[in-house]
């Protein structure tokens, strides 16, 4: 009788063990969230931003960008900390002054972070495009995420 008591006892520890570490796995999972996203043409290019945070308990880790089924080079990635967009994504964003920084390989948004990321000169975006929607992926280590936007008038 001890046995099987001993026996119950051990295998219910072992699944709530078993539990307790899927639950807390999944919890610590990246989960980047594209809060907003604008992009427009004008003569000297085109330009699309992005707004993006990181909700998840794991540091999302991006590895590449496309716009309307393009990759985007890294030369023309540039990538700000900070949060507070209005308006149109100039380098002066709500009356403060962002340095943006080329990308130089993955990049990195910590938890409960966000990055503002500017691609300079996208291919697929040119002013024949006023009014119409283009697809954004950003691509992490793990999934694709994608957010359509109409492009604007500067």
């Known amino acids: ?37 604008r992009s427009w043409p004008d003569p000297s290019g085109s330009q699309v931003a992005l707004r993006i945070e990181n909700i998840g308990g794991r540091d999302s880790l991006i590895t590449s960008i496309e716009v309307g089924y393009m990759e985007e080079p890294l030369d023309s990635i540039y990538i700000a900390e900070g949060l507070n967009i209005t308006g149109a994504f100039n380098h002066t964003v709500s009356g403060a002054e962002y340095a943006f920084t080329p990308a130089t390989g993955s990049i990195v948004i910590p938890v409960s972070g966000g990055l503002l990321i500017y691609v300079d000169n996208p291919a697929a975006v040119d002013l024949q495009d006023l009014g119409t929607v283009v697809q954004v992926t950003v691509y992490t280590s793990t999934l694709p995420y994608v957010t359509m936007d109409d492009v604007e008038s500067p």
């Open 1 to 37: 009788m001890i046995l099987l008591v001993l026996s119950v006892l051990l295998a219910s520890g072992t699944m709530g063990l078993y539990t307790i570490s899927v639950t807390t796995s999944a919890m610590k999972t990246q989960q980047p969230v594209i809060r907003s996203a």
